[in-house]
């Protein structure tokens, strides 16, 4: 089970922080995402992170604003969101890909002044 | 980046039909696809992923085709439950690129 935490209303250049905590598989042996869906808009993949937290991947569009780490002690995946813009306003979901694919519910985060 | 196009964005069909929704990619991404259904206010559900294989607990109705650039999912019988928007997604390379869905709705 994935569940994320932390949305809410920002103002634009505010910063917030989602978590999401992670039950019921190995969490230090997945690569975990951070996907986001803008309201009545596709889906975007974001921010994705190794087992290790090694390696972080961005997409273009946070690139330099958002942060992705976790805690393999505390199965938690974290996305730390700096400059927000109106236009990251979206439900962001944590999830893991793949043959054992799990998504959280989302957490709707509201970027405006 | 690699591309995905999908084909058509919005879908009008009837129960019973069989439909068929193409994934497009800009380059060569050697099976590393995975389509994904999502109903509104809901997460996306994991359909087919490796292309072709079907994800535990999906209905048999649902097959995934395709290899390099040009990848299908097909829905041999449509029922009330498949009306959804439906995306596919690359896993090959970053960024993990989404097209940008498939709306079916009822005719």
């Known amino acids: 089970q994935l569940l994320e935490t932390g949305g809410g209303l920002a103002k634009p250049g505010g910063s917030l922080r989602l978590s999401c905590a992670a039950s019921?598989?190995?969490?230090?042996?997945?690569?975990m995402n951070w996907v986001r869906q803008a309201p009545g808009k596709g889906l975007e993949w974001i921010s994705s992170i190794s087992t290790t937290g090694d390696f972080q991947y961005y997409a273009d569009s946070v690139k330099g604003r958002f942060t992705i780490s976790r805690d393999n002690s505390n199965n938690s995946l974290s996305l730390l969101m700096d400059g927000l813009r109106a236009e990251d306003t979206a439900v962001y979901y944590c999830?893991?890909?793949?043959?054992?694919?799990?998504w959280g519910q989302g957490t709707l985060v509201t970027v405006s002044s | 980046d690699i591309q995905l196009t999908q084909s058509p964005s919005f879908l009008s069909a009837s129960v019973g039909d069989r439909v068929t929704i193409t994934c497009r990619a800009s380059?060569?991404?050697?099976?590393?696809l995975a389509w994904y259904q999502q109903k509104p206010g809901k997460a996306p559900k994991l359909l087919i992923y490796?292309?072709?294989t079907l994800q535990n607990g999906v209905p048999s109705r649902f097959s995934g085709t395709g290899s390099g650039t040009e990848f299908t999912l097909t829905i041999s019988s449509l029922q009330p439950e498949d009306f959804a928007t439906y995306y596919c997604?690359?896993?090959?390379?970053?960024?993990?690129?989404f097209g940008q869905g498939t709306k079916l709705e009822i005719k």
């Open positions: 999830a893991k890909f793949g043959s054992s694919d799990h």
């Open positions: 997604q690359q896993l090959q390379y970053f960024p993990r690129t």
């Open positions: 490796a292309a072709s």
């Open positions: 019921g598989f190995s969490f230090r042996s997945y690569t």
């Open positions: 380059q060569a991404i050697s099976g590393y």
